[in-house]
């Protein structure tokens, strides 16, 4: 007994020692700083060649061909080299998760179904190793969101820089997240149940679900009610008033669907309580555009490194969605659902441009995209003047993998270029 | 299984099936060809005669016969067929025999499924064939079967028939159970440390030693005339003692530093060599020891932090592993990832600078020499198997797309043919689908009238 004690204890301390970056944190000075002679890729306009951008007071200043560099400007000397917005994930769980088979060090799934009132901003860990290493390919915001239950809870926008949770924040929450009820068991369609009465069982499983989401939410759309009422106390129910601002259609509901089936359902719930629907995961979406189109739901679509559900699936499934969405008009962004391997983000995007979506959009639905469908889009997401300094200096385009990003600024700040993984790299190149 | 199921799954083989050409000549014309081992030939062509190819040159030296099939590829990309050093596609049920800590006995080759889709959609990703391991729950797990993914062709062909033998070690957290728990009821198996995994294969191959001995004392008997009763057989020493007599390829599954240099050092004891170590996450920091004992690194590039032992893995092990002499390919150890190993390769030239000719070895040539198959197969050279594909760009590129893929001068993917077989396809599964629900309701009919239970189907199928 005693032994084991000793051992939970060593776990636990060794946890902590493991999950604190020692790489230096955001310096806290948003110096004056001009690119010059760069190509600059606002992303909301075309392409600026020989431009300069100007960043300062952590906004970006001004861009062009023809810039006044400020007398007090680090200059940098940007020939050769290209200037794109920070990147954007918008399906993360950094921050919440340091070694996946180490529960002490995952929080990203709370217990039980319902866990609206789990919030990712009292839970993040600013010194997380995964933070440089995804930042330093040019991520600099994601969204990192709660997986655990059927409502999961309320997701944050953050920067990839901050000395505490609240620095890190954008925006939080930007939607609540629901993991809607899955109407098939298995995702092959040769996945036959073995019998009539454990399919039955399944059944009656789903509904029971589904059931419960519908009665949850018509207990927050009557609570939400009882909060405006005049005249009578009674005992708050946190599970129900996380719920008020998502019924009464003032924060976005992001459901993660896969299965055409589901996605049909999902839309058919949050018309019925008037939510502010985004849907997320999406393998079927080809399957449902009309829905999407006359519903105005915008997608968040990824991973796209995910096999195909079905056996008999398109082999190109997943990689040809986005293009699917961007002929039809649909709004959606690329995501990664990931957190060590996040960094991989740019170049699922540009998978999809390898299945016919244009490059430009495969851009887009990794900087303005994510920003507009998010509502922050006067914020992040381009180069503009008067947005918040989220710029990357690449040596080419950020979506090759053979193209290195040679300095990131986040919110002005100047990054550092370094991961444990680069640390360990220069260690042991030094071996002699 | 059920006969719809069966009847649908046949289709979609017969669909890939390509026509047969008797001493086929197809040549394909001015392309970036991206030969691997002899560098690049820019407006190039490549002529398949048979199985083989039959000539590599500049787009006007190289002449095929009247009767030979062009390819136009004007614009495109050859590159040799990308080789998966770690994979556990196509096989049917679980690739861990856990119930022991040595079932080194057991070989995949006896449980391959020529019906898994995932060898079909890494053929569209350029992957022409794969080494298919055992999976890492035991310090020594299994055989491994080498072969190349003939989708569409019996499973006797999939095998690459003079391929080496291997087998599965696996070192650290897995084969210590580390990370799962044991069936309810049921104890913790030895190992639980890695001092334990060490003892598990120093304890086989001593005992492998004994087993050798008892069989040379008694073939000496017989020798001599005299009576002696053989030992009993004993199917793991027997494969113990293969590995001895370096018939048969170590691939060890490892991550920490510690446990790689554990086992160079136990294989130089006992008097055999690894051949290659699996995942190595931290074989850069070891790299030296490896080369040293000339054994080789396979690895996945990027996957990181899901483990304690994975900690520390760095992007740039590759590149580090490959400046110290050590033959390194990347690997998928996924079905998934096995379908973009060409853009795997790409990340050694972001992390930690290899040439692009070096990266587009860690995907080709490497894992082949690694395999053993280098002979056949890796690379574009005059005389070796035709496992090609052609690409839209240049296959570093996360822009590029494979479009056609050949093994042994067949077609086994084609975008075109796979993209008109589409609607065909969804035809077929509507009718099917319909057949099987008439069927259904004339069963249903006849069982009201005899009254008896009957095995149950879903109703419900389709999306």
Avoid at chain 2, 40 to 45: K, L
Avoid at chain 2, 92 to 117: A, F, H, Q, W, Y
Avoid at chain 2, 209 to 226: L, S, T
Avoid at chain 2, 309 to 334: C, F, K, Q, W
Wanted: hydrophobic share 40%.
């Amino acid at each position: 007994m005693r032994a084991r004690a000793i051992a939970l204890l060593l776990v636990a301390a060794a946890a902590p020692l493991l999950a604190q970056s020692v790489i230096p944190n955001n310096p806290g000075v948003k110096a004056t700083v001009a690119i010059r002679n760069a190509t600059i890729h606002p992303v909301t306009s075309a392409p600026i060649a020989n431009g300069t951008i100007v960043l300062a007071d952590g906004k970006i200043a001004a861009i062009g061909t023809n810039v006044a560099i400020p007398a007090n400007a680090r200059v940098i000397d940007g020939t050769g080299l290209s200037v794109y917005p920070g990147l954007i994930d918008s399906g993360t769980t950094i921050g919440l998760t340091e070694i996946g088979s180490v529960a002490g060090t995952n929080d990203v799934n709370e217990l039980g179904d319902l866990n609206p009132n789990a919030r990712v901003e009292v839970a993040l860990n600013p010194h997380s190793n995964v933070i440089p290493v995804t930042r330093i390919n040019g991520i600099t915001t994601v969204i990192t969101r709660p997986g655990g239950g059927m409502i999961a809870g309320h997701d944050a926008l953050i920067q990839l820089a901050g000395w505490t949770p609240r620095e890190m924040v954008l925006k939080a929450p930007v939607a609540l997240h629901i993991n809607f009820p899955r109407v098939r068991a298995g995702s092959s369609f040769f996945e036959q149940p073995q019998d009539e009465e454990a399919e039955k069982e399944r059944k009656k499983q789903y509904t029971r679900q589904l059931d419960k989401l519908r009665d949850t939410f018509r207990d927050a759309q009557a609570y939400a009610k009882a909060l405006e009422a005049k005249g009578q106390r009674f005992d708050r129910d946190l599970i129900l008033e996380n719920l008020v601002d998502v019924v009464r259609g003032k924060v976005p509901v992001v459901i993660h669907a896969d299965n055409a089936a589901d996605i049909r359902e999902a839309i058919k719930f949050a018309k019925e309580f008037s939510l502010k629907m985004i849907l997320s995961g999406g393998d079927d979406v080809q399957e449902v555009i009309k829905d999407l189109k006359d519903n105005d739901i915008p997608v968040l679509l990824g991973p796209i490194w995910s096999l195909p559900p079905r056996e008999d699936d398109p082999y190109d499934l997943l990689f040809t969605n986005a293009n699917a969405l961007h002929q039809a008009g649909i709004r959606f962004a690329i995501q990664t659902e990931e957190a060590h391997d996040a960094r991989n983000l740019p170049y699922q995007a540009a998978n999809c441009a390898a299945f016919g979506l244009p490059k430009e959009e495969a851009l887009k639905a990794i900087t303005i995209y994510p920003a507009q469908i998010f509502g922050v889009a006067d914020r992040i997401g381009s180069l503009e003047a008067g947005k918040i300094a989220n710029v990357i200096v690449t040596d080419g385009d950020p979506l090759e993998i053979r193209t290195n990003v040679k300095q990131v600024f986040i919110g002005g700040e100047e990054i550092a270029m370094d991961s444990n993984q680069t640390l360990l790299y220069k260690k042991f190149s030094a071996r002699p | 299984m059920s006969a719809i199921r069966k009847l649908l799954g046949c289709l979609l083989i017969l669909a890939a099936i390509p026509a047969i050409a008797a001493e086929r000549e197809i040549l394909i014309r001015n392309a970036t060809i991206l030969t691997v081992s002899r560098g690049t030939i820019e407006r190039g062509s490549v002529l398949i005669r048979g199985t083989k190819i039959a000539a590599i040159g500049p787009v006007d030296q190289v002449k095929a016969s009247a009767n030979a099939e062009v390819i136009d590829a004007t614009g495109k990309y050859v590159l040799p067929g990308i080789i998966d050093a770690h994979s556990h596609t196509a096989v049917e049920g679980s690739v861990n025999e856990l119930s022991l800590p040595n079932t080194g006995m057991v070989r995949i080759k006896d449980v391959l499924d020529n019906e898994d889709i995932s060898a079909y959609r890494q053929l569209a990703g350029g992957t022409t064939a794969a080494s298919i391991l055992h999976g890492s729950a035991n310090a020594i797990g299994g055989q491994n079967a080498v072969v190349k993914w003939k989708w569409g062709k019996p499973l006797s062909e999939w095998p690459i028939p003079d391929a080496p033998a291997g087998i599965k070690f696996a070192l650290g957290e897995n084969p210590k159970s580390s990370n799962f728990q044991p069936p309810p009821g049921q104890p913790r198996q030895y190992p639980n440390t890695r001092m334990g995994v060490e003892e598990v294969i120093r304890k086989s191959f001593i005992d492998a030693r004994d087993y050798m001995a008892k069989w040379d004392e008694y073939n000496a008997k017989k020798k001599r005339g005299e009576d002696a009763i053989p030992p009993k057989r004993d199917l793991l020493m027997e494969e113990m003692a293969d590995i001895l007599r370096g018939r048969v390829f170590v691939h060890s599954h490892c991550y920490r530093a510690d446990e790689i240099v554990m086992l160079i050092n136990l294989a130089e004891e006992m008097g055999f060599k690894v051949r290659t170590f699996q995942h190595v996450l931290e074989g850069y920091k070891v790299a030296t020891e490896m080369a040293k004992h000339d054994v080789g690194g396979s690895t996945f590039i990027d996957w990181w932090g899901f483990k304690a032992e994975a900690y520390d893995a760095i992007p740039h092990n590759v590149a580090l592993m490959t400046r110290n002499g050590v033959i390194t390919s990347v690997n998928s150890d996924s079905d998934e990832l096995a379908r973009h190993l060409n853009l795997d390769a790409a990340k050694s030239v972001k992390y930690g600078g290899l040439t692009e000719e070096e990266a587009l070895k860690t995907c080709t040539l490497n894992p082949a020499i690694q395999l053993g198959i280098d002979h056949r197969v890796g690379s574009i050279d005059v005389g070796k198997d035709a496992d090609l594909v052609i690409w839209t760009a240049h296959p570093l590129s996360t822009y590029a797309r494979a479009d056609t893929t050949f093994i042994e001068g067949e077609i086994y993917f084609d975008r075109a043919r796979d993209l008109a077989k589409r609607e065909a396809l969804k035809k077929e599964k509507a009718d099917l689908l319909k057949r099987e629900k008439d069927l259904e309701e004339k069963e249903k009919k006849e069982k009201k009238g005899a009254g008896e239970k009957k095995p149950a189907r879903v109703a419900e199928v389709g999306r």
